[in-house]
């Protein structure tokens, strides 16, 4: 590959479960209903995701495969009011950059595609049937750069952080209906109702779910709603706390910290709440265009939000315990 590919992909493509990340954002920004993954060896022997989006036309595979190609904006004022998932058009180059892979896909025409890719280069192009929507599998990743491989965690951790990051997008589109399998076990299964609630069950457990508080809030800027555990339901750490910007899971110290003000001493040090928080504003005031992974995002009016996400959590505890 160029050698700017690989300094990317480096950056795009960490360990299997940022494969998975990203092919499962492009499967939603195609408008998906139902998504299929599965992996073998913690993703590192074979990737496959399939969906029934709108699918890749032929003549628009190469551009697809391009870095710094996107369908999903065309000018620099779209940069600002992203709402899709993707916009860098980095991923599918990234990935085959570092990995086989092959794609088959039909935009719902008579004549599907199918094609190979390595080294960051097309290998093979042919017509192929194919229901509508695409299927990419991602073979033998970092197979081409032992470096990375080499700084890979064990097969259950790499399983782990694959498991973890579905579970997560999954909760943030409880309307698609996406299923996870291992070589080994179905991992997730959710079955499209648009419920979160029933998702969170399937994901924390049933015990769980039945004692979740409902929360809802807003101010001229933010929407926010979502489920919690009360304070006596708690784990030892923040990896149960889900925090999701207009539908993207994202990482963000500050939010985390209002979450927890929002209990205050009811909750114990170091202890932490399962919780799903949705919030939706105008693209407009947030930045996504941080860092290649999209995780990090620079919010305006972050301490505006902050009040209203302690505000609302502390209402809804009181609430619950009268
Ligand atoms: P980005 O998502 O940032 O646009 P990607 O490299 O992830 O960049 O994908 C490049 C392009 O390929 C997308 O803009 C989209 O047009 C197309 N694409 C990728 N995956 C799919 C898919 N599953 N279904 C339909 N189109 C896809
Ligand atoms: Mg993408």
Redesign the pocket.
């Known amino acids: 590959p160029e050698l700017s590919d690989q300094i990317a992909a480096g950056e795009v493509i960490e360990r299997p479960s940022s494969v998975v990340k990203?092919l499962l954002?492009?499967a939603i920004?195609a408008g998906s209903s139902q998504i299929k993954i599965s992996f073998v060896e913690a993703g590192l022997r074979e990737i496959v995701i399939e969906d029934n989006g709108s699918g890749i036309a032929p003549n628009q595979l190469d551009l697809a495969f391009r870095r710094h190609a996107t369908s999903k904006i065309s000018t620099k004022a779209d940069l600002f009011k992203i709402r899709t998932?993707?916009f860098r058009g980095e991923?599918?180059a990234s990935i085959s950059a570092v990995a086989h892979v092959a794609i088959l896909t039909n935009t719902g025409g008579a004549a599907g595609v199918s094609a190979t890719f390595a080294d960051g280069r097309k290998l093979t192009q042919k017509p192929a049937a194919a229901k509508k929507g695409t299927r990419i599998s991602v073979r033998d990743l970092f197979y081409n750069t032992p470096a990375r491989l080499k700084y890979l965690k064990s097969e259950t951790t790499e399983t782990t952080k694959i498991i973890d990051i579905v579970n997560r997008i999954a909760l943030s589109h409880p309307e698609l209906k996406i299923s996870l399998k291992s070589e080994k076990k179905d991992l997730l299964l959710t079955n499209g109702s648009g419920d979160l609630r029933q998702d969170m069950a399937h994901i924390y457990g049933r015990i769980v779910a039945s004692q979740l508080i409902e929360f809802s809030g807003s101010d001229a800027d933010f929407v926010i709603t979502g489920l919690m555990t009360p304070p006596d339901i708690t784990r030892a750490n923040r990896n149960y706390i889900s925090i999701l910007l207009n539908g993207r899971y994202i990482k963000n110290f500050q939010l985390s910290k209002a979450i927890m003000a929002g209990y205050g001493s009811k909750i114990g040090l170091g202890k932490f709440p399962i919780f799903v928080l949705n919030i939706k504003l105008d693209p407009l005031l947030v930045d996504v265009n941080v860092h290649p992974t999209k995780q990090e995002v620079r919010l305006s009016k972050e301490s505006s939000l902050s009040r209203l996400i302690i505000n609302t959590v502390a209402k809804a505890l009181e609430r619950n315990s009268n």
């Open positions: 990203e954002e492009n920004d998932l993707g991923a599918l």
